[in-house]
Nanobody, 120 residues
């Protein structure tokens, strides 16, 4: 059974830090990219950061230099260290993983989301 379980959201003041963690389970053939997306009220879900199986990160421009994504290939975990948080970072953050399958393109899975609120 596939599961992506997130932890680490919460309320923080502007300028503060939070760390999000996600554990992916149920993969039979390995995981390609993992990452984080976010959705603010009234907005579409959008990319925050991803990291491929080789450890190469990709960041949304608005978070580059403030957020750091990391991954443990063996444990199937992905973390997002968020520093210098701004009120505009307030959103529900979703963990994302591309599970390899025996035949065909990798399949995308999502966590349930964790709320991050940054107060001014």
């Amino acid at each position: 059974q596939v599961q992506l379980v997130e932890s680490g959201g919460g309320l923080v003041q502007a300028g503060g830090s939070l760390r999000l963690s996600c554990l992916a389970s149920g993969s039979r053939f390995g995981i390609d990219a993992m990452g984080w997306y976010r959705q603010a009220p009234g907005k579409q879900r959008g990319l925050v950061a991803t990291i491929d199986s080789g450890g190469r990160p990709n960041y949304e421009a608005a978070v580059e230099g403030r957020f750091t994504i990391s991954r443990d290939i063996v444990k199937n975990t992905v973390d997002l260290q968020m520093d210098s948080l701004k009120p505009e970072d307030t959103a529900v953050y979703y963990c994302y993983a591309q599970f390899r399958v025996l035949y065909g393109a990798p399949r995308d899975y999502w966590g349930q989301g964790t709320q991050v609120t940054v107060s001014s």
